[in-house]
């Protein structure tokens, strides 16, 4: 079986969380997915601080390190570059690998700016490689339950929509200026990080959205100067130098989709109490359904004609997509990592096929028309039209 298999080699871009995280699901999808058609070789892995490297080739087994990220690009036995540095520098990182015919995996936001990801996505499919998001959530068992609830219409006609993205990761003032509040390096603020997953989600449920109405904030203005090597989840002290954030922290929006229904989305990044609340409501004519990521592997149905009256709450298991490649039986639990490596799987699966994958850079584009029209309401305090701003060529 193996024989028949495609290698694909990796490189990765950046090792911080995400980069580590890919990393170890390459690692892992040879002991998850026995049917798969590929196998993954984890080639090189560059990031900017040396300690971090060496520590990827000898734990993780790199067979190179670098710290400089075209030495990625240029390997001749890298396939799939996963770029995980960085927002501001995911644009010259994923079209240089593009143009170097590399497949590209990106964390999102593909570009810091909707710009930026219009730009990257040109490249790419001038380029005509296969691309790839990480909009991980999408790949959640009772994620693609509920998908499957909304398509075969057992919730009867969508009305209305509830997303939102509540963290705590910027609460404390005293959190360090990092570069995600830094506009040169993060671009925007959670319009362009957390809220993204709330309405691709939102796309990928319920369908386009026509027009949007929206609203952001600064909630912390100042904030104690970063340390060397420090992240955003690091701490300054009382009286440490401070610098001012770049970036909205708050973004509230109310939505029309073109099928009609009505929705609304919040994200937060200094919100105090929900510590990474990714969640969605959807009601239709015929029932309704709760996830939120918290508790991932529960499920809130509500069907009419159900003689309880209430919702049933449903828990993650073998019955449902991928969960049972991780353990089987029902309401044993799978993890945030285990949806990044469902994400790897699927993306490598394509790229072993030679098909697009979704989501790709187009559907990050689509969030981009989205955030693009939000930005503009913000400013204009009116209700703004949703329109694409790819390259129709």
Not at 36 to 64: K, N, Q, W, Y
Not at 294 to 320: I, P, Q
Not at 330 to 346: M, P, Q, R, V, W
Request: hydrophobic content about 40%.
């Amino acid at each position: 079986m193996s024989s028949e298999r495609t290698k694909i080699g990796i490189g990765v871009i950046g090792f911080g969380w995400m980069g580590q995280a890919h990393s170890r699901s390459y690692l892992r999808i040879p002991t998850l997915f026995p049917d798969r058609t590929f196998d993954p070789e984890l080639v090189i892995i560059s990031d900017s601080v040396a300690d971090r490297v060496d520590g990827a080739v000898a734990d993780f087994g790199f067979r190179e390190g670098t710290t400089d990220w075209n030495d990625v690009i240029a390997h001749p036995d890298v396939d799939v570059v996963c770029v995980c540095a960085p927002n501001m520098l995911h644009e010259p990182i994923a079209i240089a690998a593009a143009q170097a015919n590399k497949h590209v995996f990106c964390e999102k936001p593909v570009g810091g700016t909707p710009d930026q990801t219009v730009r990257v996505e040109a490249a790419s499919r001038a380029a005509g490689v296969i691309t790839g998001v990480g909009y991980n959530y999408r790949w959640a068992p009772l994620v693609q339950y509920a998908k499957g609830l909304v398509e075969a219409g057992t919730l009867g006609q969508i009305t209305n929509y509830r997303g939102r993205f509540f963290s705590m990761y910027g609460s404390d003032p005293m959190g360090l200026l990092s570069w995600r509040f830094m506009l040169g390096e993060a671009g925007h603020g959670v319009s362009s990080d957390i809220l993204s997953h709330s309405i691709d989600l939102a796309h990928m449920l319920v369908g386009p959205i026509a027009k949007v109405v929206g609203t952001g904030h600064t909630q912390i203005p100042e904030r104690p100067l970063p340390k060397p090597g420090g992240t955003h989840y690091d701490l300054g002290q009382p009286g440490d130098p401070t610098g001012t954030v770049e970036n909205e922290d708050y973004f509230g929006a109310m939505v029309v989709f073109e099928n009609g229904a009505r929705g609304v989305f919040e994200a937060s990044r200094t919100i105090v109490g929900p510590e990474s609340q990714c969640a969605f409501e959807i009601y239709g004519t015929l029932g309704s359904v709760r996830w939120n990521l918290e508790t991932m592997n529960e499920l809130d149905v509500f069907l009419v004609g159900d003689e309880a009256r209430g919702y049933t709450k449903v828990f993650g298991g073998d019955r449902y997509p991928y969960h049972g490649n991780f353990v089987p039986g029902d309401a044993n639990s799978i993890g945030y990592e285990d949806l990044k490596t469902i994400e790897d799987f699927e993306f490598l699966s394509s790229v072993a096929a030679g098909r697009q994958h979704n989501p790709g850079f187009a559907e990050a584009v689509d969030y981009v028309s989205v955030q693009a029209a939000l930005l503009k309401s913000w400013e204009s305090e009116k209700w703004e039209p949703v329109i694409g701003i790819g390259d129709p060529a």
